[in-house]
């Protein structure tokens, strides 16, 4: 069975395995997020505060945004203005799906490459983090990472769920 030019089953594959990996990636920065507050509360309980748990909870945080911007883009689940778009004439709704896929692939596009950019000089200055010591690109790359992953995002909605675009 063929869809739109590609086999239905193997890019429902390819979806399904690139979704489990970001998924569980938002899932262990979440859980992350919950381990370092729980050491940082009882660190200051005790009188004993941990320096670097701030910082942790940042870059961890950063991570878990950037991969939620991304993944709500999958299933067309992104903010819209859809009551503007029921509002609009025939013509503009018919115009709003291409003009929704063009301005968020440019988004990401222009994330992209400005991510690139971004990990790029934090890799040549050899930036680290004042309290964790580790290298920044480690948190800068989240920026492409989301953003090639939001451009698959609009890709497997626009393949798999056609009719939520308009």
Same mark, same amino acid.
């Given at each position: 069975?063929q869809?739109s030019?590609?086999?239905?089953?193997?890019?429902e594959?390819?979806?399904r395995?690139v979704?489990t990996?970001?998924?569980?990636?938002?899932?262990?920065?979440?859980a992350?997020?919950?381990?370092i507050v729980?050491?940082?509360?009882?660190?200051?309980?005790?009188?004993?505060?941990?320096?670097?748990?701030?910082?942790?909870?940042?870059?961890?945080? #950063?991570?878990? #945004?950037f991969l939620?911007?991304?993944?709500?883009?999958?299933?067309?689940?992104s903010?819209r203005v859809?009551?503007?778009i029921?509002?609009?004439?025939q013509?503009?709704?018919r115009?709003?799906?291409?003009i929704?896929l063009?301005?968020s692939?440019?988004f990401?596009l222009?994330?992209?490459?400005?991510?690139?950019?971004?990990?790029?000089?934090q890799?040549a200055?050899?930036?680290l983090?004042s309290a964790?010591?580790?290298?920044?690109?480690?948190?800068g790359?989240?920026?492409?990472?989301?953003?090639?992953?939001?451009i698959?995002?609009?890709?497997?909605?626009?393949i798999?769920?056609?009719?939520r675009l308009?």
């Open positions: 069975m869809k030019g590609f086999t239905t089953k193997g890019v594959k390819f979806f395995v979704n990996v970001f998924d569980a990636l938002a899932s262990l920065s979440t992350l997020i919950f381990v729980i050491i940082q509360v009882l660190g200051r309980v005790l009188g004993h505060p941990a320096p670097w748990t701030e910082e942790g909870t940042r870059f961890v945080f #950063i991570w878990m #945004i939620g911007l991304a993944i709500g883009f999958r299933k067309g689940e903010a859809t009551q503007f029921r509002w609009a004439p013509a503009m709704r115009m709003s799906k291409w929704y063009a301005t692939a440019g990401f222009f994330m992209f490459i400005t991510g690139i950019q971004l990990t790029g000089q890799i200055l050899n930036e983090g964790l010591m580790i290298p920044m690109w480690i948190v790359i989240c920026v492409p990472v989301s953003a090639a992953l939001g698959l995002g609009l890709a497997e909605n626009f798999s769920y056609p009719d308009e």
